[in-house]
Every structure is written in C-alpha cells, then in structure tokens.
C-alpha cells in the first residue's frame, strides 16, 4: 500500500502495556457522577420501527454464528451489492482516500474501497459480539495494550479526560478495555439512531460494558459536568458536521469539523487523549476477538491556550490523520469527507485558507 503524507512520520513504537492483563472484564458497579439525557428520542417507536429492529437483530445474531468462511463470504456479498448500488458512497469513499493517500495506485484505491464496505459490516457484527464474546474474560486475553507515557500519565493522576478517536479501527469493541483500565467513570457521545429500540439496544450494550451514554443533542451541557467530575468522555471527531462547523486543513483539503472539541476546552481544561482499537496484528477479528487498542498522543490544554476554534480543529484533525493512517485497510471511507467545504484559493495553503473564514 502507498503511503500517505502522514505515514512516514508515525512516532516510535508505544510501549506494550500489561498491568491492565488480568483484569476481569465484568459489568462494574457504577456511581455515575452526572445523569444524562435520555438517549431514546421518543418519537421512533412505531410498528414499523419494532419490525426493523427485530429484523436487524436476527440477521447480526445469524451472521455472527455462521462458521467464518460462510461469514466472511456473505460479508462480501453484502459489501459488493453495497458498493454497486450506492455509488455515491462509493465515489466520496475514493475521493476521501486519493485525499489522505495520493501516492496510492488506482488497484490499491479500489481495494481499499472494497476493504470498506465489507469493513462497514464487520463493525455491525462486532458490536453485538463483543458482549458474549469479549465480557467476561480477561483484558489480556482479548486486548494488548499500547500507550504513550502522557497517556498513562492522565491515566493515573486525578481528574477527567475527554477522549477523542476516529471511524477506524473496531471502534465498538473498545469500551470493555477502556472501562477496564480504570478511564472511569466513562462516558460515550453519540447520535441517536432514528429508531428508538435499536437506540435502547445500542445504550443497554455500552451500560453492559460500564460506559453510559450522552445523546449528541444534549452534550455540551453534559460532557463538561461529567469531566469536572473526574469522568472520562469519548467522542469520535473525524466526520462531516451538520451544524455550525468549523473549517480546518484536513489530509490537506479544507473540511468541515466539529467545533465541540474547541468549545469544551474553553469550558473544562481537561487533557484530550487520543486513541484507537483495532484488529491484532495478523488476526480476523471476528475469529479471534483479539484487539490491539492504541493511546498514542495527548495534548494538554496549556497547549492550545490562545487557540482559536480552526487552530484547534486543524491540531485535532492532525492527530486523527495519523489514526487512520495507522491502519488504512480499516478505515471508514465511506463518508463524504469533505462534501460543503470550500476549496483553497490557487496558490492559497489549505491552512490559510481555513484561518481566513
């Protein structure tokens, strides 16, 4: 695979962190510090919503007991008819890969595009497995551990964190080892599905595994109550906001981005430590159930004092760049990255261009 701008530049190997091997990973008993909004919205809950939920759930509960070589064969039949339907998704996917690896050959784009789409639905079968696959077992034997030492040293000094990944990796499986190394009490920001009883399932899952969900709508009052509190809040920054964006250079285009990062900093001096869970190295994580999760960076709040929302926003994007380069054949390229964002000026730096909005 061509490499991207970004990849060269990986820092040294983290160092391989056992203290937390023999954990149990059990459901904890949890004083949550701060109540938060309902995640069920309330107004998806008709027939029709009970049947597609019921549905969804029979077909992730039958694929994820089919021996592997029937699941990973009708993952890729799935993924094929996906890409050939949806070409929109299928184009921005391309377009947000040549952005983040333009020395990647046209086989290699296309690769990673299938890699994509079948990626999509791994994840959809992770996040019902993890429970009685992963729950119950030791730490060790289903996560290895890197870190930084600023990682570990948030870990283990007093007060709360937010925590800040991107659509890479096995996101849906990192909460059981999060919550076991001691980031708690934790918490997860999300939006909502529209479909209140899968939203249920999806918040039942995360209590199951020690993490409480804060619906997206009502984050901003709710995530600096609970990291004033000593809480740890994920939150995954690396997709096109809706509203009121910021713009900062991302794998160098200009792209709409969260500006909640920038706000609650303003809000809570808290350290923002970056993260990400991925397959183990040489494994198929729906055989295995082995995770690699990755804390490779900090940035501490002195060091953003002065900051504007985009410098702030451009600081982000450059440590979730080197996330998803970490393991591009795991990426969520399916999303159009950088639809709504107005191009650089010629001659203009993605940069300059973001500072001059």
Not at 116 to 123: M, P, S
Not at 184 to 190: A, D, E, I
Not at 324 to 344: N, V
């Amino acid at each position: 695979m061509a490499e991207g701008p970004n990849r060269a530049s990986e820092a040294a190997p983290l160092e391989r962190i056992h203290r937390f091997d023999d954990v149990r990973l059990e459901t904890p008993v949890v004083d949550w510090p701060v109540e938060v909004p309902p995640f069920e919205e309330g107004r998806f809950h008709s027939v029709k919503h009970r049947a597609l939920q019921v549905l969804m759930k029979a077909a992730q509960e039958s694929a994820l007991w089919l021996p592997g070589t029937l699941q990973r064969g009708l993952v890729k039949a799935l993924a094929g008819a996906g890409r050939a339907l949806d070409k929109r998704h299928t184009r921005a996917a391309e377009d947000y890969i040549r952005s983040a690896l333009p020395l990647a050959s046209d086989p290699e784009v296309d690769q990673l595009v299938a890699q994509a789409w079948r990626h999509l639905l791994r994840i959809a079968l992770v996040a019902v497995g993890v429970e009685r696959q992963v729950m119950g077992g030791r730490l060790g034997d289903h996560y290895e551990i890197e870190a930084c030492p600023e990682a570990m040293d948030v870990l283990d000094r007093p007060g709360g964190a937010i925590m800040l990944s991107a659509h890479v990796g096995f996101w849906e499986a990192c909460c059981p080892a999060i919550v076991g190394m001691g980031w708690g009490p934790s918490y997860g920001v999300g939006k909502a599905p529209r479909n209140d009883f899968v939203a249920r399932d999806l918040r039942l899952a995360r209590e199951s595994q020690g993490m409480r969900v804060i619906p997206r709508r009502g984050a901003m009052a709710a995530v600096p109550a609970a990291v004033r509190a000593g809480a740890s809040v994920g939150m995954l920054l690396d997709h096109r906001p809706r509203q009121k964006p910021v713009y900062a250079p991302f794998f160098g285009r200009i792209a709409a981005c969260d500006r909640s990062a920038g706000v609650l900093l303003r809000r809570v001096k808290a350290p923002l430590v970056f993260y990400a869970c991925y397959s183990a190295e040489g494994t198929d994580a729906l055989d295995s159930w082995r995770f690699k999760l990755r804390f490779p960076a900090v940035i501490e709040p002195e060091e953003l004092v002065g900051l504007g929302p985009e410098s702030i926003a451009a600081r982000i994007n450059s440590e979730l760049e080197r996330l998803i380069l970490h393991r591009p054949e795991e990426a969520f390229w399916l999303h159009d990255r950088f639809r709504g964002a107005p191009e650089a000026a010629p001659g203009e730096s993605p940069a300059e261009s973001s500072a001059a909005r």
